[in-house]
């Protein structure tokens, strides 16, 4: 049986297994309706025309695990920010692990998906924020939506900064041969709240995940967020990653993107402003080798006065890898007085990498400052010829020259910690120790 035809007979049964009230009812059954007509998308999509599924959907996922995952915290403090207190929201295989957690309800709400959804003291909170602004068109987005169930429910009340950064982690044990997974997140900060978020993807062992993740975040009037994506999975795990943010006046969201692994990854980041001063950052680093595929598809919709937006997304791409970069802003014509920039870099290794770019700007204001640009080359000879003629052998010149070229991203980091282990990795997927401190 095809992965559509399996996913659509086990909705019924999916839904006869948890307590779900009326109006979600109605909203997953419009959403597997939606699924059922569109199906997975392909090239055939504009969308998706450089970004192709069907490797990854002729494996045989499970769609529900049916086994719980057993780790031991040993196994996986490397994945945790250890070097500092976090709140942590833990799931393994898509079922919450209590053990490795620590959520909390003291002054603001880290805790789960499940409970937000079936609670009744949270129902006012869902029926007001739930699938509000997650696309109702974009197939993959509505799938999640009929399976959503599970994932991490953050409320930040107002006027609270939550005293340390929150983990969301997912990890797939490999308990079964093939195993799908949908979890759906849902982080709420309101007026001149803070909150800073880290989120990650990681398989245990090389049995293929397929994960499609819906995250809906809403950035009331003054509140700052601070989003910060890892992803460095083994090569048997593919991710889709649909975030769509809301944001009201004089509010700031940053979200930062380190794609360093995985098969196929797919992030659709999409940003809206519905108030004045806003300011929406959007950053990211893409390191690649072997065969592997990162697609970027960004929207910031300006479509309100004297907002901001900065994109930076910077790609090294070695071996047979492929990097898709589609970045679009939005300007409507209320949204005068608009400061736009979206920037993208890319350093191909070899002539069997490839980078499909596609910057776009979409005005109809007439008073704006929108600048958008993109370079694709290879590493200066001149520069490498210097630093090795300094006595800096050829690997390490190569790798601190890619170092400098992402280095603009990772001094935006605001956590020390992360900023530290995020140079790690980088080092790492260069092949060389870093000869500074960290």
């Not at 949204?335 to 920039?341: H, I, N, P």
């Not at 630093?387 to 010149?397: D, V």
Request: hydrophobic share 35%; net charge negative.
């Amino acid at each position: 049986m095809e992965l559509k035809d399996k996913l659509i007979s086990s909705f019924m049964a999916f839904e006869e297994n948890i307590d779900v009230h009326a109006q979600l009812h109605d909203i997953r059954t419009a959403a597997i309706k939606n699924f059922e007509l569109k199906g997975f998308p392909s090239r055939r999509d504009e969308a998706w025309k450089y970004t192709s599924l069907n490797s990854v959907l002729k494996n045989d996922f499970s769609v529900f695990p049916k086994h719980d995952g057993q780790i031991e915290s040993a196994e996986v403090r490397k994945y945790f920010l250890h070097e500092i207190d976090t709140y942590k929201v833990v799931f393994v295989d898509g079922i919450f692990n209590s053990f490795l957690s620590s959520t909390t309800h003291d002054g603001i709400d880290v805790c789960l998906m499940s409970s937000a959804l079936t609670k009744p003291k949270y129902k006012m909170v869902i029926d007001e924020y739930f699938n509000k602004i997650a696309s109702n068109d974009e197939s993959l987005t509505t799938l999640n939506t009929a399976f959503a169930n599970e994932g991490a429910y953050i409320n930040i009340p107002k006027s609270k900064v939550a005293d340390k950064p929150i983990e969301i982690i997912y990890f797939s044990t490999g308990s079964e041969a093939a195993l799908m997974v949908q979890p759906r997140n849902l982080v709420i900060v309101n007026e001149n709240s803070h909150v800073q978020i880290i989120e990650r993807h990681q398989s245990l062992n090389e049995n293929p995940v397929l994960t499609n993740s819906v995250t809906e975040i809403f950035a009331k009037k003054r509140a700052i967020v601070d989003y910060y994506k890892i992803q460095n999975d083994n090569l048997e795990a593919s991710l889709i990653d649909n975030t769509y943010i809301a944001q009201k006046e004089q509010s700031h969201v940053s979200v930062h993107t380190f794609s360093f692994g995985g098969n196929i990854t797919r992030n659709n980041l999409n940003f809206y402003h519905q108030g004045e001063r806003i300011d929406s950052t959007l950053k990211g680093i893409t390191i690649l080798g072997d065969k592997q595929h990162v697609d970027h598809h960004t929207l910031v919709q300006h479509a309100t006065p004297n907002c901001e937006s900065h994109q930076n997304y910077k790609g090294i791409f070695g071996g047979r890898s492929t990097g898709v970069f589609n970045g679009k802003i939005f300007v409507e014509k209320e949204a005068q007085k608009t400061d736009a920039f979206q920037q993208n870099n890319n350093i191909l290794l070899g002539d069997k990498s490839t980078i499909n770019a596609k910057p776009q700007l979409e005005i109809f204001a007439d008073d704006v400052k929108c600048s958008h640009g993109c370079t694709i080359g290879q590493l200066d000879e001149k520069a490498m010829f210097y630093m090795q003629s300094r006595g800096i052998p050829q690997k390490e010149a190569k790798a601190l020259l890619m170092y400098a070229f992402s280095n603009e991203v990772i001094e935006s980091i605001k956590i020390p910690e992360l900023k530290n282990r995020i140079t790690k990795i980088i080092a790492t997927k260069l092949g060389v120790k870093m000869g500074f401190d960290l």
